[in-house]
């Protein structure tokens, strides 16, 4: 059984930092390509970054040059680290995991919320001006 666990989350000031973590288990994390997801209220969920399991990342426009992703995969967990966030970063964070694909571009599907099949209950991360 797949499970993600997100955390990190909190209250920041605009200017500040967080990281967050996502814990995986159920599955052969080298396998799966992941992602981080946001919400924010009365909004749909927006991709933010994305990481496959060869070193290919990829990031939204809004969050590029401030957000960067990583995924440890000897300990199964993946990251975001968030740098000078703003108070419209301000949202629900979810990290998501889906098995590696090899066909279609992997930067046109790598943001999008459908090529995902598991998802962790969220964090929350709210910026203050």
């Known amino acids: 059984q797949v499970q993600l666990a997100e955390s990190g989350g909190g209250s920041v000031q605009s200017g500040g930092s967080l990281r967050l973590s996502c814990a995986t288990s159920?599955?052969?994390?080298?396998?799966?390509?992941m992602g981080w997801f946001r919400q924010a209220p009365g909004k749909g969920r927006e991709g933010v970054a994305a990481?496959?399991?060869?070193?290919?990342?990829a990031y939204a426009a809004s969050v590029k040059g401030r957000f960067t992703i990583t995924r440890d995969n000897a300990k199964n967990t993946l990251y975001l680290q968030m740098n000078s966030l703003k108070p419209e970063d301000t949202a629900m964070y979810f990290c998501?995991?889906?098995?590696?694909?090899?066909?279609?571009?992997?930067?046109?599907?790598?943001?999008?919320?459908?090529?995902?099949?598991?998802w962790g209950q969220g964090t929350q991360v709210t910026v203050s001006s």
């Open positions: 159920g599955y052969i994390y080298s396998n799966y390509y």
């Open positions: 998501a995991a889906t098995p590696a694909y090899s066909s279609g571009n992997y930067y046109a599907r790598a943001l999008q919320q459908d090529e995902y099949e598991y």
């Open positions: 990481a496959d399991n060869a070193g290919r990342t």
